[in-house]
Nanobody
Framework: QVQLVESGGGLVQAGGALRLSCAAS????????MGWFRQAPEKERAFVAA????????YYTDSVKGRFTISRDNAKKTVYLRMNSLKPEDTAVYYC????????????????????WGPGTQVTVSS
């Protein structure tokens, strides 16, 4: 099993920035990709970004391209999501996910494709 714990959420004004972290523990060997999803009130969980094990490939949903950056530090078993130019519509609970599946990141947009999840961290962007 792999355990994931997110941190770094909070309240920020529109235009501000936050950096989320996701620390992995347990049997992390063989974990291929890690990603971020978010769920706004009364909406379904949605894909935000993902990164491969090596960090050489990333994928973003269109609404965050140019504003969010996903990265990882394998020595620390941590993945990050740097969020700049935040908007009120970015308000959501952000979840970290990991998978052992080897697949193109563009094919990993559905939550059911991921194997492990963190409990989530709240991000609130005020207008």
């Amino acid at each position: 099993q792999v355990q994931l714990v997110e941190s770094g959420g909070g309240l920020v004004q529109a235009g501000g920035a936050l950096r989320l972290s996701c620390a992995a523990s347990g049997r992390t060997s063989g974990t291929y990709a890690m990603g971020w999803f978010r769920q706004a009130p009364e909406k379904e969980r949605a894909f935000v970004a993902a990164i491969t094990l090596s960090g050489s490939s990333t994928y973003y949903t269109d609404s965050v391209k140019g504003r969010f950056t996903i990265s990882r530090d394998n020595a620390k078993k941590t993945v990050y999501l740097r969020m700049n130019s935040l908007k009120p519509e970015d308000t959501a609970v952000y979840y970290c996910a990991a998978t052992r599946k080897i697949a193109a990141l563009s094919g990993m947009l559905e939550g059911k494709r991921w194997d492990y999840w963190g409990p989530g961290t709240q991000v609130t962007v005020s207008s």
